[in-house]
């Protein structure tokens, strides 16, 4: 066990997890989201038409292109990972692979394990539901449009689901954990909080709070289990990776927080199937790592403690 108890192994005082999260928030929303006011200010002046940078949809009416918009909402969470990254190490002497779980490696393999399993998912569940329910769904795929869109979301949103995940389930969960002592706590907390910051997505405004912040909690919850059971974010950090990343290529509907010239348009959104379509996922992925990596949930009710062990190494072997 490394990952939560790295708290005890740096400052752990609350009025540097409050600059951390202050300078990530500043980096993100104020000085990742320059360019974009600068390409919607000068887009514009140059058509005469006043549009509220929010939603993004009114971005679309000044003649952003989806591409275009995506690659520069993208620099907002690139810049807060950054921050985040450097703020850690200014204020815990902590690194980035300590952050993710506690040691000095990081194991790539389990990044490339959870994108796989978790896409798999992703695609067996759009395939099924694009044969029950094909009228649901219009295909808009465009080469020209997609090879950019391709290599935008490939480079630039595994960074910034990174970087939620740098920040809630590493970063806050160690510091729960290191606060409470409590494993529980360093699950449930992390992930309510996750969860809230997403409370002004579009989809929220459209089906409704309740509707909606069940899913994005969950998310912190299954994400967040999986990385204490795991004894680090490795396996999270792909899952939430290739669940952003998927959506981007292949699903988009009228509501989505983020607008792409995905493969598909779906044309209507059932929030309490897309519920538990999320648990079911979340219990097959979680059965399947705890089979092949032969977690112990015993772990859960162990209280994070400073061990003689937590600065060695992991080794990754297995894929």
Same mark, same amino acid.
């Given at each position: 066990?490394? /990952? *939560?108890?790295h708290?005890?192994?740096q @400052?752990? #005082?609350f009025?540097?997890?409050? %600059?951390?999260?202050? =300078? ?5 929303q104020i000085?990742?989201?320059i360019?974009?006011?600068?390409v919607?200010?000068?887009?514009s002046?140059s ?5 509220d940078?929010?939603p993004i949809?009114?971005l679309?009416e000044l ?7 995506l ?7 690139l ?5 985040t ?7 815990h002497?902590s ?7 506690g040691?000095?490696k990081l194991?790539?393999r389990?990044?490339?394990?959870g994108?796989?399993?978790w896409?798999i998912l992703m ?8 044969l029950i ?9 465009d080469l ?5 869109? /391709? *290599?935008i979301?490939l480079?630039?949103? @595994?960074? #910034?689901?990174?970087?939620e995940? %740098?920040?809630f389930? =590493?970063y806050?969960?160690?510091g729960?954990?290191?606060?409470t002592?409590?494993r529980w ?8 909080v ?5 409370a002004?997505?579009?989809e929220?405004g459209?089906?409704?709070?309740w509707q ?9 919850l ?9 004894d680090?974010i490795?396996?999270?950090i792909?899952?939430?990776?290739v669940n ?7 699903t ?6 983020l607008q792409?010239?995905a493969?598909?348009e779906?044309i209507?959104?059932h929030p309490?199937k897309?519920t538990?379509v ?6 097959i ?8 990596y032969k977690?112990?949930f015993k ?7 400073v #061990?003689?062990?937590?600065?060695a190494?992991y080794?990754?072997?297995s894929?």
């Open positions: 066990m490394k /990952f *939560l108890e708290a005890f192994n @400052p752990n #005082q009025w540097r997890y409050l %600059l951390v999260f202050v =300078g990530a928030f500043l980096g993100g000085i990742g989201s360019p974009l006011m600068c919607a200010m000068a887009k002046l058509s005469g038409v006043v549009s940078p929010n949809v009114n679309m003649g952003i292109s989806k591409n275009l918009l690659f520069l909402i993208m620099l907002a969470p810049t807060s990972l950054i921050a990254i450097l703020l850690i190490k200014l204020l002497k690194s980035f692979s300590e952050t993710v779980n040691t000095k194991r790539i389990r990044m490339i394990s994108a796989v399993v896409g695609a067996a569940y759009l395939l099924i539901d694009n329910n094909p009228d649901n769904y219009i295909l808009q795929f020209s449009k997609f090879i950019p869109l /391709f *290599l979301s480079v630039f949103i @595994p960074l #910034q689901t990174t970087s995940e %740098l920040l389930r =590493g806050l969960a160690q729960i954990a290191g606060w002592k409590n706590l360093a699950l449930f907390i992390p992930a309510l996750f969860g809230l910051t997403h002004f997505n579009p929220v459209t089906f409704g709070f909606t912040m069940p899913q994005y909690i969950l998310f912190g299954i994400f967040g289990l999986i990385a204490i059971l795991d680090g490795e396996l999270a792909g899952m939430h990776a952003n990343v998927f959506l981007s290529l292949f988009t509907n009228a509501a989505s927080a792409t010239d493969v598909f779906q209507n959104i309490g897309e538990v999320l648990v079911l996922s979340g219990i992925t979680i059965a399947y790592f705890a089979w092949k977690w112990n772990i859960l009710n162990i209280k994070p403690k #061990q003689e062990t937590v600065r190494e080794s990754d072997n894929f």
